[in-house]
């Protein structure tokens, strides 16, 4: 399936004088591509800005291709097809919806999520979930700040997603724990880290490459909300290989552009039962004898994980 960025690209072959990099920052306009030998500041060809699409023309992790026009200056010419990319729906001018790509080309993504301060939203992990499940991105789940609970306790608050097959990660940036295994899932791999505002996404990067010297910030106490400290996606080099992209804090995150009835899809645990209700294009919300209602029932799924399903299918349904 084609998609704007390969139609924007289309019919293009490399011209002589183009080289190929990909963006590792994005901001006001402005593109910092690393090329083979060099960082490159770049802005867009006006042919590419004055393309109306519903989507980003290039965002970090995009392989572009680009003219160099001045020293350390360039313009991006095409934006190469992306082979994946984590997106929401973003509010556009006048009430309408457009795609916000938070990164391209990404091989997986952390989903980071702490045990407290802030507490656990899950209907915001489901959201990210569901994403990632119908996007064909591998999610890797990051419980942060896992010293002010335990690690019982910590290993209790998300056993409902270890149950149905993601793989947790338990850390503390205190005391170290679970660092080796952030570092080895992230070695040579491109991964985007998101998740909610405060849960400690740039201080588990620090602690995980102090080379980055990122900025932190402390959660609110009275609001029990964090404060957007990454204001600007960026993908950064790791020290021990691979990239790794920081993303500002989302406080909500809306499906880009998924029909209601793929929607059971992105939960994975509800795949074994679809097609196997009486009615055909049953939505498993209120038709009788549905297969997913009946596992609800024999506990195979649980209620919970159901809820955020409904709760989802009925608001962008």
């Not at 489901?126 to 591998?138: G, K, N, P, T």
């Not at 994975?268 to 009486?278: D, H, I, K, V």
Request: with cysteine.
């Amino acid at each position: 399936m084609s998609t704007p960025n390969a139609e924007a690209a289309a019919g293009e072959a490399a011209a002589p004088d183009r080289i190929t990099g990909t963006v590792l920052r994005a901001q006001s306009g402005f593109y910092w591509v690393q090329t083979a030998d060099v960082l490159i500041e770049c802005k867009l060809r006006g042919k590419l800005k004055r393309t109306r699409l519903d989507t980003d023309i290039a965002v970090i992790g995009d392989e572009v291709e680009l003219t160099v026009i001045a020293p350390g200056k360039g313009a991006i010419e095409a934006v190469l097809p992306r082979r994946s990319k984590l997106a929401r729906r973003a509010a556009g001018g006048r009430g309408a919806y457009k795609e916000d790509v938070l990164v391209a080309n990404a091989d997986q993504v952390l989903l980071t999520f702490a045990c407290a301060q802030p507490e656990l939203s899950a209907r915001m992990l489901d959201r990210y979930l569901v994403i990632c499940e119908l996007s064909a991105l591998e999610a890797v789940i990051v419980a942060t700040k896992v010293d002010l609970v335990g690690e019982a306790q910590a290993r209790a608050i998300f056993a409902p997603y270890e149950r149905i097959g993601y793989p947790v990660l338990y850390v503390s940036n205190t005391t170290g724990l679970g660092l080796d295994a952030v570092r080895a899932r992230l070695a040579g791999r491109i991964s985007v880290v998101t998740g909610k505002s405060g849960v400690g996404k740039s201080s588990l990067l620090n602690a995980l490459d102090p080379t980055l010297h990122l900025v932190t910030g402390a959660v609110s106490a009275t609001l029990n909300k964090g404060r957007h400290i990454t204001t600007v996606a960026a993908l950064m080099p790791l020290a021990g290989g691979g990239y790794v992209a920081d993303t500002p804090g989302i406080r909500e995150i809306g499906l880009w552009q998924v029909p209601p009835a793929d929607l059971a899809w992105g939960y994975r645990e509800l795949r074994p039962f679809l097609g196997a209700c009486y009615f055909a294009g049953c939505s498993h919300v209120h038709e009788p004898d549905c297969a997913v209602r009946d596992a609800v029932k024999r506990g195979q799924i649980t209620a919970e994980r159901y809820d955020s399903y409904v709760r989802l299918r009925t608001e962008e349904g």
